[in-house]
């Protein structure tokens, strides 16, 4: 079943000016339900405006982008805020924690700003905890763990309002490359427990891990990988 689908999107910054900007040119792809698929591109390739049409923080200037079948171009900006917190999950590259709260309470955060039961949030935190190896530090605070810690409590963040979809955004940018390695293995294993996941990365290897892999180029995706075709040339 498809959960996300890209057609003929187009998004042209000062398009009045004598200087437009055609960021995304056509793009036209979907992501199925369960799938893990990664973006892969150069610096200005479009990635971060194609992101931010999908996480609802841009829209397209002409195409369509639609999630679980609510055209997102159709959302005004309240509606937009309630619909990202409600079926997405943001990973970043620094982790965006908040350093004056416990991890418990970052984990907590968005459901927080739904007015969730309490009770709720500690049923959903023990499991989630466990399955991401963060049940030991999660009273703690960000500043007393490590890098690879944090970005798996911005993982937990993420996953407690049970999204439609995970969005990443180079989230091993900023890890060494054994710890981008723990990351990008804890993907996918929550995407093997049925988690859709887009991944915008410029890294080859982190972009190797998921099923498959888009690149872009110039506001257009210009090439499609399998991850079996990716082992082959490893
Ligand atoms: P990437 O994330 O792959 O580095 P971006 O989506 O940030 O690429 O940028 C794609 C192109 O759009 C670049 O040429 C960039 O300079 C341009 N661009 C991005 N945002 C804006 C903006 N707000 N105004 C004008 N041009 C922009
Ligand atoms: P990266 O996007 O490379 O993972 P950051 O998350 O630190 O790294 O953000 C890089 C830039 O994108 C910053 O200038 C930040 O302000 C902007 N940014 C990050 N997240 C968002 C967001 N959710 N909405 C708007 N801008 C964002």
């Known amino acids: 079943m498809t959960l996300l689908q890209l057609d003929h999107v187009q ?3 000062n398009p009045n ?14 992501v199925n339900q369960g799938e893990y698929v990664a ?12 992101l931010n049409i999908i996480a609802t923080l841009d829209q ?15 959302l005004n900006k309240d509606d937009a805020a309630r619909y990202r917190r409600e079926h997405l999950g943001f990973v970043f590259q620094h982790f965006n924690l908040l ?4 991890n418990r309470d970052n984990i907590y955060l968005p459901l927080v700003l739904t007015r969730c039961d309490p009770a709720e949030m500690d049923r959903r935190v023990t499991p989630l905890a466990h399955r991401l190896r963060i049940a030991k ?13 944090q970005q798996r409590v911005a993982i937990a963040r993420a996953l ?13 940018g900023a ?11 804890l993907f996918a294993d929550v995407n093997h427990q049925g988690q859709t996941i887009l991944m915008v990365t410029h890294s080859a290897a982190a972009a190797s891990h998921a099923q498959r892999t888009l690149f872009i180029k110039d506001g257009r995706i210009f090439h499609e990988l399998f991850r079996g075709d990716l082992a082959m040339t490893d």
């Open 175 to 185: 890890l060494d490359s054994n710890t981008s390695n723990e990351i990008l293995d």
């Open 99 to 102: 350093d004056s709260l416990s």
């Open 11 to 13: 998004r042209v910054f």
């Open 17 to 30: 000016t004598s200087h437009p900007v055609a960021a995304l040119k056509d793009i036209t792809f979907s």
């Open 137 to 149: 530090v999660i009273d703690r605070f960000p500043a007393e763990i490590s890098g690879g810690q």
């Open 39 to 50: 973006i892969m591109g150069e610096s200005g390739a479009g990635k971060s405006t194609l």
């Open 160 to 172: 407690i309002t049970q999204p439609d979809l995970l969005l990443a955004d180079e989230p091993t």
């Open 60 to 74: 397209a200037s002409s195409g369509a982008a639609i999630l679980n079948g609510q055209d997102l171009g159709r």
